[in-house]
Nanobody
Framework: QVHLVESGGGSAQAGGSLRLSCAAFGPTYRMSNAVAWFRQSPENERYYVAAVNWNGWTGDAPDYADSVKDRFTISRDNAENTVYLQMNSLKPEDTGTYYC????????????????????WGQGTQVTVTS
């Protein structure tokens, strides 16, 4: 079992920044687990944002949706069992409820970006970006 707790949401103006945190704990959590962020729209669609996935050769490998590349940075602090999402240059379309999710290391980017492939989810944190 893996438990995930998000924090750090809030409101920001377009062009501003926020940092989200996802604390992971539980008897089956491993620092090699993939941890991803998804944004849920008002229509309840979950969109992939970013993930950190374990690569057995080089360690953690970050991955991003095209819409957030060069604006968002995902990172993992193994000492704290926490994954961070630094969001810069925010846009109104970044608004939504952000969920972190975890699974064993994903074998492909396709699986990494698919919400249905994640068995563990946090409770979500709201991000609102105003123009």
């Amino acid at each position: 079992q893996v438990h995930l707790v998000e924090s750090g949401g809030g409101s920001a103006q377009a062009g501003g920044s926020l940092r989200l945190s996802c604390a992971a704990f539980g008897p089956t959590y491993r620092m090699s687990n993939a941890v991803a962020w998804f944004r849920q729209s008002p229509e309840n669609e979950r969109y992939y944002v970013a993930a950190v996935n374990w690569n057995g050769w080089t360690g953690d490998a970050p991955d991003y949706a095209d819409s957030v590349k060069d604006r968002f940075t995902i990172s993992r602090d193994n000492a704290e069992n926490t994954v961070y999402l630094q969001m810069n240059s925010l846009k109104p379309e970044d608004t939504g409820t952000y969920y972190c999710a975890s699974r064993p290391p994903a074998p492909s980017r396709e699986i990494l970006a698919r919400p249905n492939e994640y068995p563990y989810w946090g409770q979500g944190t709201q991000v609102t970006v105003t123009s």
